[in-house]
């Protein structure tokens, strides 16, 4: 499979996304400089985390409007596979691929360390993977990652099971203390009303091999690619040959 | 001429700034702080027709300067 990875100025974790997607998980994964306006023939696009355009104004606020989210944008309402990661789940809220936006968290502090992770529901291309009541080990790093939506919006994300993924206790239990960040509902991660875009702010591609510690991230890429296969019928015929 | 635009979070928005504000004011010994909000100041110069500028920077706060999700504006041009 082929994935686009997104640079901004100021993205940072373009890189690790590359080297997780290309050098661990084997796929194609190719850089793609924030004024092109087409992402070519991909078959999904990763939005890296990073500071794009310094955070000025708001986070992902500008980038929203470079050509290359223009495309995503298309890609996205045509049911293409679209995950923003950190400051990508914050630019595709300020694009409206997603609902709500991301604010100050409420500690003001910059959190940076390793979280649990309950993953509500495996009905989605990015959570497809994940074994039934799996909690995942994952890092994060964000100043700015309380999630916040309108009444109206978070009720529509609960009945349509948009919440794949919300802070936890080591046991899965949704408390304050778990939650690093002030986000309603313990967020952590959405998809659309589509399940094709997800925006989460843990970053899998900073856990998805043993040697970091934790893998639990993988499952987060393995999920989409399963996705990818079925799609093409590339993993049918992968199957069949085995 | 200048658009003025303030930006402040809205009311079911946490804003811990505020609040982290509003604490250190009433240890300063200000008494009666209701509630402290921390928003944004923009300053856009401009030339042109003030009457013509107002949907223009009316439309360039939805889009790109606030996000109605979480903030309210208001603006004055003169």
């Known amino acids: ?242 | 001429m200048k658009a003025k635009i303030v930006i402040t979070p809205k009311k079911a928005v946490l804003d811990p700034q505020g609040k982290t504000v509003q604490t250190a004011l009433e240890h300063m010994g200000y008494d009666g702080v209701k509630a402290v909000h921390v928003g944004k100041y923009l300053e856009i110069e401009l030339e042109g027709d003030a009457e013509s500028w107002r949907p223009k920077i009316d439309e360039a706060c939805h889009k790109l300067l606030s996000n109605p999700v979480i903030e309210d504006y208001h603006f004055t041009i003169e």
Request: proline fraction near 5%; aromatic fraction near 8%; charge should be negative.
């Open chain 1, 1 to 242: 499979m082929r994935f686009a990875v997104l640079q901004f100025p100021g993205s940072n974790c373009d890189q690790d996304c590359v080297h997780v997607l290309s050098n661990v998980l084997g796929q194609d994964a190719d850089y793609l400089w924030h004024k092109e306006e087409s992402i070519g023939d991909a078959d999904a696009v990763v939005v890296p985390g990073g500071f794009s355009y310094g955070d000025y104004l708001r986070t992902g606020s500008i980038a929203q409007f470079s050509p290359v989210m223009n495309a995503v944008k298309a890609f996205a309402n045509a049911g293409g596979l679209v995950i923003g990661i950190c400051n990508g789940f914050q630019i595709l809220c300020e694009t409206g691929l997603l609902p709500g936006a991301l604010v100050r968290n409420r500690s003001l502090q910059f959190r940076c360390e390793t979280i649990y992770l309950k993953v509500p529901t495996t009905d989605s291309p990015f959570t497809s993977e994940v074994p039934e009541g799996k909690l995942l080990r994952v890092p994060i790093a964000h100043g700015e990652g309380c999630y916040f939506a309108a009444d109206e919006a978070l009720a529509k994300l609960r009945a349509n099971d948009q919440i794949i993924f919300q802070y936890a206790t080591e046991t899965g239990e949704l408390t304050d203390e778990a939650n690093p960040n002030g986000s309603l509902l313990n967020i952590a991660g959405i998809c659309n009303e589509g399940r094709n875009v997800c925006g989460m702010m843990p970053h899998p591609e900073r856990a998805s091999e043993n040697v970091l510690g934790v893998d639990d991230g993988r499952l987060v890429f393995e999920s989409m690619l399963r996705h990818l296969e079925a799609k093409t019928g590339v993993g049918q015929a992968v199957t069949a040959e085995a």
